[in-house]
Nanobody, 128 residues
Framework: QMQLVESGGGMVHTGGSLTLSCAAS????????VGWFRQAPGQAREGVAC?????????FYLHSVRERFTISRDEAKNTVYLQMSRLNVEDTGVYFC????????????????????WGQGTEVTVTV
């Protein structure tokens, strides 16, 4: 069974940056679709950034994070990252990483929010 563990969350002021990590064990992420999702209190979970397994150029970003967040994959470390910059209060929430059987459709993964494997989440708090 694949396990995913997120890390890197914390508290940051508006305009700051954070990089989240998602380390996988029990299986390779190389050929899987991978995504980052977040959930704020009282809000539905939303897809933030997703990337296809067979082609790393296949990506999708939530409109509100485009040009601020970047998803990437390090095959040697079997880890996925989410680089976040120019953070604002609306970015606050629990961030989850997920991996799914390849669909080669990053937008589909982010919009439907369904995956075979999920991490436990890491909390990001952005203060004024």
């Amino acid at each position: 069974q694949m396990q995913l563990v997120e890390s890197g969350g914390g508290m940051v002021h508006t305009g700051g940056s954070l990089t989240l990590s998602c380390a996988a064990s029990g299986g390779s992420l190389k050929y899987l679709d991978v995504g980052w999702f977040r959930q704020a209190p009282g809000q539905a979970r939303e897809g933030v950034a997703c990337i296809t397994g067979y082609d790393d150029t296949g990506t999708f970003y939530l409109h509100s994070v485009r040009e601020r967040f970047t998803i990437s994959r390090d095959e040697a470390k079997n880890t996925v990252y989410l680089q976040m910059s120019r953070l604002n209060v609306e970015d606050t929430g629990v961030y989850f990483c997920a991996a799914d059987r390849p669909s080669q459709d990053a937008q589909h993964m982010c919009l439907f929010r369904i995956a075979d494997h999920w991490g436990q989440g890491t909390e990001v708090t952005v203060t004024v």
